[in-house]
DNA sequence: TTGAAAGCGATACCAC
DNA sequence: GTGGTATCGCTTTCAA
């Protein structure tokens, strides 16, 4: 729509010069008069000469532009790491093009099928999970950060956290702290659970390492995959209805955790003593619950760097030195944990 | 980057017809045989044949796509905000672009800069302020959702709440159960104040209204515009510290209300009964609060509904009806103002 | 119903 | 140092 705008052909006219020589000014390519260079800086500057990127992104065949593609910006762990790789990205030249799938397998097809026509220069996928792996005919480099999805591309990096190492250390860190029946709450579909990147795993090699029985009804996994404090409320307070009883929870993510401490709270159990909570991510949810919740920071810093690090490595043409990539984890300990 | 894709051009000579044909079919314009129809709908299944999306925009000057200028999507209310805008977007027919501008003027005018040149068709500005109207130039059609920005372009249209009246209302609620000395609290810088859109400017009115004395120790002010939520909680402490009191507080958004809630049960005051405190945006923070915040519901989904709207006017062309459009909002008490 | 060809705006090769 | 021109992929007259 915009009105039609002056283009590089009104800048060379006005100059009395060649469109070459403009774009070549313009772009700080090629040789020209330090004259020329003035004239023609100025009369772009005085015309208010934007030059037009689709017609660049045609002629380059390259948009400088990467697809970060995320399930829900409105979840904070994601939110923070869609920021930090955008401005990596922003300092490296590139664009961010924010898309968001609310784990919406169509939805998410239809975007990559048009993220290959606007010809992006590349996807990164933050957080969640994809079954399809459409992208595959465009031949784009693809990184993967805290996601879960198909292998085999050829250009292809995935970094995130030893995810079982995380659940196994949620486990430990509830048992250092004296509790003797932990249950484990999930929100996530079953399907996010792939081999590599099950993040309930920890909780049952810990437990067979230390001889621990498994109850089948402390591990509490919801069915949706939205609005997972509501439902972590919901399987909680159910579990202990049905009479059952633990005295500690590995939540899997800050907002399930939170979701617990609300229904302990609203029963009167006393969290942080009678029961002991961890939750995972160390976003926002964490830190503003009362009891502060003891989690595990999975350093999105770190992901969000060496993520773009490897993505402008593909971008290069650089053969991906590694293809998994581990960024550590810490467990923060908090009220939840460490009441007396 | 990414391979020399198959274009109309290979699509037309393996169909042995000529690019017209191939892009009337794909578009579904002009006329074809069915025959000829078939032909090349298969062949371009058989080729993976995706339009390439600069081409599409050089030639047609519209991108259909729309720019989302927010300050900050990691916040609830903006990235709820952003999320609908982007869905009745993409069920008109447009992509969204979403940029992030963390307050920072000078990245909002590379943004926008970019945006001209990507040829967006639309601007959104969601939330926060902007002090320069640089898309001027462009002759863009711009929709200021919950937004303070330079007013004076010809194709632009405002949608929020009556901020003044809703400040008025915060403050009325808290007068009406009891409380004598009402604080506010805000961490806006003071440029967001603008006349039409004075948050703070109904707080005033009802004290003067209701001969209540100003006392302007009660009005604090953060300079900063991030991390409102620590923010608040130190201009709490100070205001206590300094040997203030208060009974009521008026918080200018939910995420600076729990703090100010986190800095009062710190020191032991019952939230809800010595102090009632009312925050703003009915946003995650002030539902996950506890004891959970009262607050304003400002009616996200209607904002982003007649924005839409608006703009999706403008670009039709049609001159906007309305300049200025206002959003019902609703107070919604919760225990912090409940508290018996 | 179909096709030839112009043109959107920028880049880059190759002469001059 | 500078300029002519082909080209990227697609849409769109206008003729056939």
């Given at each position: 729509?915009?009105?039609?705008?002056?283009?590089?052909?009104?800048?060379?006219?006005?100059?009395?010069?060649?469109?070459?020589?403009?774009?070549?000014?313009?772009?700080?390519?090629?040789?020209?008069?330090?004259?020329?260079?003035?004239?023609?800086?100025?009369?772009?500057?005085?015309?208010?000469?934007?030059?037009?990127?689709?017609?660049?992104?045609?002629?380059?065949?390259?948009?400088?532009?990467?697809?970060?593609?995320?399930?829900?910006?409105?979840?904070?762990?994601?939110?923070?790491?869609?920021?930090?790789?955008?401005?990596?990205?922003?300092?490296?030249?590139?664009?961010s093009y924010i898309c968001n799938t609310a784990n919406d397998d169509e939805r998410e097809d239809e975007y990559v099928r048009g993220l290959i026509s606007k010809q992006v220069d590349g996807i990164v996928y933050i957080g969640g999970t994809t079954r399809v792996a459409i992208h595959a005919a465009a031949d784009l480099p693809v990184v993967h950060i805290d996601h879960t999805g198909p292998l085999g591309m050829t250009r292809e990096v995935y970094v995130g956290n030893d995810m079982p190492?995380?659940?196994?250390?949620?486990?430990?860190?509830?048992?250092?702290?004296?509790?003797?029946?932990?249950?484990?709450?999930?929100?996530?579909?079953?399907?996010?659970?792939?081999?590599?990147?099950?993040?309930?795993?920890?909780?049952?090699?810990?437990?067979?390492?230390?001889?621990?029985?498994?109850?089948?009804?402390?591990?509490?996994?919801?069915?949706?995959?939205?609005?997972?404090?509501?439902?972590?409320?919901?399987?909680?307070?159910?579990?202990?209805?049905?009479?059952?009883?633990?005295?500690?929870?590995?939540?899997?993510?800050?907002?399930?955790?939170?979701?617990v401490v609300n229904a302990l709270k609203e029963r009167g159990v006393a969290v942080g003593r009678d029961v002991r909570v961890i939750g995972m991510d160390d976003s926002i949810y964490s830190r503003i619950s009362s009891p502060a919740i003891s989690t595990v920071r999975r350093n999105t810093s770190q992901m969000a760097e060496r993520g773009v690090e490897a993505l402008l490595g593909l971008l290069r043409g650089e053969g991906s030195a590694e293809a998994h990539i581990m960024v550590p984890h810490e467990v923060i300990e908090r009220e939840t944990t460490l009441g007396e």
């Open positions: 729509m915009a009105k039609r705008s002056v283009s590089i052909y009104d800048i060379a006219k006005l100059a009395g010069v060649s469109t070459a020589t403009v774009s070549n000014v313009l772009n700080s390519k090629g040789s020209y008069s330090e004259k020329t260079r003035d004239l023609v800086l100025r009369i772009a500057r005085e015309q208010g000469y934007v030059a037009n990127f689709a017609a660049k992104s045609l002629r380059e065949a390259s948009t400088k532009t990467i697809a970060l593609l995320t399930p829900d910006v409105s979840n904070d762990f994601f939110s923070t790491l869609v920021l930090k790789v955008e401005g990596l990205l922003r300092a490296a030249g590139y664009a190492q995380v659940s196994y250390d949620m486990t430990s860190t509830l048992f250092a702290r004296g509790c003797q029946n932990v249950a484990l709450v999930s929100v996530s579909a079953s399907f996010y659970r792939t081999v590599e990147h099950d993040q309930a795993a920890g909780y049952y090699r810990y437990l067979q390492e230390h001889g621990i029985r498994l109850d089948k009804n402390l591990v509490l996994e919801g069915a949706h995959r939205q609005t997972s404090l509501i439902e972590a409320a919901q399987l909680v307070s159910e579990c202990l209805d049905a009479g059952y009883s633990f005295d500690g929870v590995v939540a899997l993510g800050d907002r399930v955790a939170l979701g």
